[in-house]
């Protein structure tokens, strides 16, 4: 049996569903239909250290209103990820919308409005950077 089918288990997800690859950099997600029609992303993780924080960091956006996917919780033990053979894996609620599966030609960064000049990107990080520090002070979960 294949790694995220024995992975699937712990969210109680078995039985017929189908395991369809998500297009992406990292090739480590898929998605998950359940045969009524329910669906998931299954994510591989680094570690279960950074699994955690982010779904700390996921119900903290959640709480605030902003429309995230929080991961599902296992059935089995709570944690917000499963472990097997040394994979840590996440399951997430699938999030309406188009899925893009063009995310590096010139034509998708024209579609999707971004501008990659060194020095937008570099005022950007620098926006970015500093809107983190001053959301996360202000921020009560």
């Known amino acids: 049996m294949e790694i995220r089918q024995k992975v699937l288990r712990h969210w109680n997800i078995s039985g017929n569903y189908s ?4 297009h992406s950099y990292w090739k480590k997600s898929c998605r998950v239909i359940t045969d009524n029609d329910l669906c998931y992303v ?22 605030q ?47 999707g409005g971004v501008k990659s000049s060194p020095r937008f990107l570099m005022a950007m990080r620098a926006q970015a950077s500093s809107l983190k520090r001053s959301t996360l002070r202000s921020l009560r979960c």
Do not use: M, W
């Open 19 to 22: 395991l369809k690859p998500i």
């Open 42 to 63: 299954l994510k591989e993780k680094e570690n279960s250290g950074k699994s955690v924080q982010e779904y700390k960091l996921l119900l903290c956006l959640q709480r």
């Open 65 to 111: 209103g902003l429309p995230v996917s929080v991961p599902l919780l296992t059935t089995d033990s709570g944690l917000p990820y499963a472990e097997d053979s040394g994979k840590v894996f996440c399951l997430y609620p699938r999030l309406p919308g188009v899925e893009a599966v063009d995310h590096y030609s010139e034509g998708s960064q024209r579609r």
